[in-house]
């Protein structure tokens, strides 16, 4: 099976910008789950969909949002950048409500 | 509050030398706890999950409720063992990551 796929890898914003970034899980996975990564918080949960409807939640601001299709591709929006959001975003997808999650290379975002 | 405690940044250890990274956690509940392991440009990949208690690439971890560790060890570290462990807690729905221990195989 074709693994956890993200796109772009790498993305450059201007603060005040807003941001798209995509996750395609393993096929029949039904679960998306998104990570921020940064060296001084380390991996932080951001929000987790299950079959097109958010099931779980961070503690991020309103700003960060996401969503799920019906082919369980997941989508996340992060609206008024800030220089604090540049980070390893990441992506993880697990089959059903098994916590076994199979993470994707992650979307390098840059904030300038 | 749920917290995953990882209080080593870093281990250096020899080859063939017993490797142990530490983890404690705070939980409420009854906790399902992994680790997590990222090699050099990989991945991050789960290793192991402490409800199948079973030994991959030579570790193994297990679950002291009273002490709320789950210390991750290997008896012979090897040089492909070099990599970024995390250990993980699912806080209701919620995959909670310590901050990770960066383990160095030395030859």
């Known amino acids: 099976k074709a693994g956890v796929t993200q796109t772009p890898r790498y993305l450059i914003k201007t603060r005040g910008q807003q941001v798209t970034l995509s996750c395609s899980p393993i096929?029949?996975?039904?679960?998306v789950s998104w990570y921020q990564q940064t060296p001084g918080q380390g991996l932080q949960f951001l929000f987790e969909?299950?079959?097109?409807?958010?099931?779980n939640k961070g503690n991020f601001p309103g700003r960060f949002s996401g969503r799920q299709f019906s082919n369980s591709r997941s989508e996340m929006n992060v609206s008024t950048l800030e220089l604090g959001d540049s980070a390893l975003y990441l992506c993880?997808?697990?089959?059903?409500?098994?916590?076994?999650?199979?993470f994707g290379p992650g979307t390098r975002l840059t904030v300038t | 509050a749920q917290r995953v405690t990882q209080p080593e940044k870093l281990l250096s250890v020899f080859k063939g030398a017993p490797v142990e990274l530490k983890c404690n956690y705070s939980?409420?509940?009854?906790?399902?706890l992994f680790w997590y392991v990222q090699y050099s440009r990989q991945r991050l990949q789960l290793l192991l999950r402490h409800i199948s208690r079973e030994s991959i690439k030579g570790f193994t971890a297990d679950l002291n409720k009273g002490e709320t560790s789950f210390h991750l060890k290997k008896p012979f570290a090897q040089e492909e063992d070099s990599a970024m462990y995390y250990c993980a807690l699912n806080s209701w729905g919620k995959l909670q990551f310590g901050a990770g221990t960066q383990v160095v195989v030395t030859p």
């Open positions: 993880a997808s697990s089959p059903t409500e098994d916590y076994e999650q199979y």
């Open positions: 969909y299950f079959s097109e409807t958010q099931r």
């Open positions: 939980y409420s509940g009854s906790p399902e």
């Open positions: 096929s029949g996975h039904r679960s």
